[in-house]
């Protein structure tokens, strides 16, 4: 397997000439040396449906060196991802660079991680692998936690260790935060806090310093299991009063990116909102050429390739003859409860006695007016979907359910996120 294409030309020639998939997908494209913004656009659905009938069709040629994973396809669906040693190697360096640039470690930093290590996922893999003597000093020492322990001994192993960084997931972060406010202690050997995640709200960035009072908050990284680091942040915000609204600036190296409106249109004005579409220029053996990951964006500065990342792209829930809107969904819970939900909610999709049921799961302990906050988020969506009203009304649609959890029981994707939606029919 050759080295990184240089440019988009060379991925776009090099997958049309060895896949089926692109050569069936690039048959009306007429030009030798097409632009990027004239090809289609990857619909994911049928880019995993021919992955998943024939792996060879999206592959461009044996698979004979590296690593297989499961990763989250459309739907939730675990789909086979092929990577080569070559390009996990270019990836895995590529992070690292990027990792030790942001950190700028000084001697003796103490690293705890957060992690799943039960999950054989690229995301926790590649993060031990290149922590290890590539991201932390090499005087430096790293404690790896499973969150899968209870959340009193997670704080009595950190408190022990006294660390200088917190990374993981935002949802176990905050739940850490949390339980150190309910034991009236702090962190304040923590001078910053690294998550996995995007925008994060000011009462929540009010709530992680009441825990961690000397640290900075931001996301190290804009990276993809499957894709690698595709962004690296800008300006790191201050102040305890704010959103934490990530700015990266794009890692040309990796991929290029475009930022693409639901109807086709390139973004390249400052302050559009659009879908973050990718090409690979790594990827070889299982490449990906624009295609759309699920996230919103917008430009800062189109010439500089600075943008500002504006949270998951809107995931449609279908019940019946219903469609909603999953932030909608999670709005109407928000105003009911009286509490930002975000980390914090999920849609179930489930079938009982083959209708189907939508339920609300929320981490949070049940309230003794759980019934009454169920009527109430109900009687919202009666009143706002003609649709949901008349399901209900014909016994298309169950009605609908809240579930109260623990945070640990919420479902979460490769990279540590909370999934929006869960599809167990």
């Known amino acids: 397997m050759d080295g990184k294409f240089s440019h988009a030309r060379e991925a776009i020639a090099f997958a049309r000439k060895n896949s089926t998939y692109y050569k069936r997908l690039y048959q009306s494209v007429q030009q030798d040396e097409p632009d990027l913004e004239d090809l289609p656009i990857i619909y994911p659905d049928e880019y995993w449906n021919s992955a998943r009938t024939d792996l060879s069709s999206v592959m461009t040629g044996p698979f004979t060196t590296g690593n297989i994973y499961c990763i989250s396809g459309p739907s939730n669906k675990l789909e086979t991802l092929q990577l080569s040693r070559e390009e996990e190697f270019k990836l895995s360096?590529?992070?690292?660079?990027?990792?030790?640039?942001?950190?700028?470690?000084?001697?003796?930093?103490?690293?705890?991680?957060?992690?799943?290590?039960?999950?054989?996922?690229?995301?926790?893999?590649?993060?031990?692998?290149?922590?290890?003597g590539m991201v932390a000093p090499e005087s430096g020492v790293q404690l790896f936690i499973s969150n899968e322990k209870t959340m009193d001994r997670i704080i009595e192993e950190v408190e022990r260790f006294q660390p200088s960084v917190v990374f993981g997931s935002l949802p176990d972060i905050i739940r850490l935060s949390e339980h150190l406010g309910e034991r009236h202690s702090t962190l304040p050997s923590v001078r910053v806090v690294l998550y996995l995640g995007g925008a994060i709200p000011r009462g929540i960035t009010q709530s992680l310093h009441d825990g961690f009072p000397n640290a900075r908050l931001y996301p190290p990284l804009y990276a993809k299991p499957q894709l690698g680091p595709l962004g690296f942040p800008g300006a790191i915000p201050t102040g305890i009063y704010r959103d934490v609204d990530p700015i990266y600036r794009v890692c040309d190296y990796v991929a290029v990116l475009e930022i693409v409106t639901d109807d086709g249109i390139v973004v390249k004005e400052a302050g559009v909102k659009g879908n973050i579409v990718v090409t690979h220029l790594i990827r070889r053996l299982q490449p990906l050429i624009r295609y759309p990951i699920g996230d919103v964006a917008e430009w800062v500065d189109y010439g500089s390739r600075i943008f500002k990342y504006c949270g998951k792209a809107s995931t449609k829930i279908k019940v019946a003859n219903t469609i909603l809107d999953w932030s909608t969904l999670k709005d109407i819970t928000s105003d009911v409860m009286k509490t930002d939900v975000s980390g914090r909610f999920q849609c179930i999709l489930r079938l009982q006695d083959s209708c189907p049921k939508l339920v609300l799961r929320l981490a949070y302990p049940k309230p003794s007016e759980a019934g009454e906050l169920r009527h109430n988020i109900e009687k919202v969506l009666w009143n706002t979907s003609s649709t949901w009203k008349s399901d209900r009304q014909a016994g298309a649609i169950l009605c609908l359910r809240l579930e109260w959890v623990d945070d640990i029981l919420l479902c979460v994707g490769e990279t540590g996120e909370v999934l929006d939606v869960v599809d167990e029919r």
């Open 93 to 132: 360096r590529t992070k690292s660079i990027l990792w030790r640039g942001i950190l700028d470690p000084e001697r003796g930093e103490r690293i705890v991680n957060i992690m799943s290590p039960h999950d054989l996922r690229l995301g926790f893999w590649d993060t031990v692998n290149t922590s290890n």
